[in-house]
């Protein structure tokens, strides 16, 4: 079964229908809101958002990999990562339906 994926339009018209709100004024707030996100992100190294879960940034280490196709090793730089993990009120959540 194919993911659906759920795009910035479609939340912000949610969010319009359901509370009675201007569609690009819905979609200009969703847009602070991921906005902030980053900021956070960036700043903190790590956002939660209660009730949802949390989002972590973590480093990775250079690394030696390989090429699938020729074998040979390769050097993987260091880079950042972003981790999420489920609370426990999202995780029971999804869990019931």
Do not use: W, Y
């Not at 690009?24 to 939660?48: D, S, T």
């Not at 880079?79 to 426990?88: C, E, G, L, Q, Y």
């Amino acid at each position: 079964m194919p993911v659906k994926t759920l795009t910035r339009a479609e939340i912000s018209d949610a969010i319009a229908e359901s509370i009675n709100f201007p569609r690009h004024r819905a979609m200009e707030i969703l847009e602070q809101i991921l906005e902030q996100m980053i900021v956070g992100l960036v700043k903190e190294g790590e956002l939660k958002l209660s009730s949802f879960g949390s989002f972590n940034v973590r480093k990775k280490s250079n690394r030696i990999g390989r090429n699938p196709k020729t074998g040979k090793e390769v050097m993987i730089t260091p880079r950042k990562t972003i981790s999420f993990r489920a609370s426990h009120i999202l995780k029971d959540g999804v869990s019931r339906k």
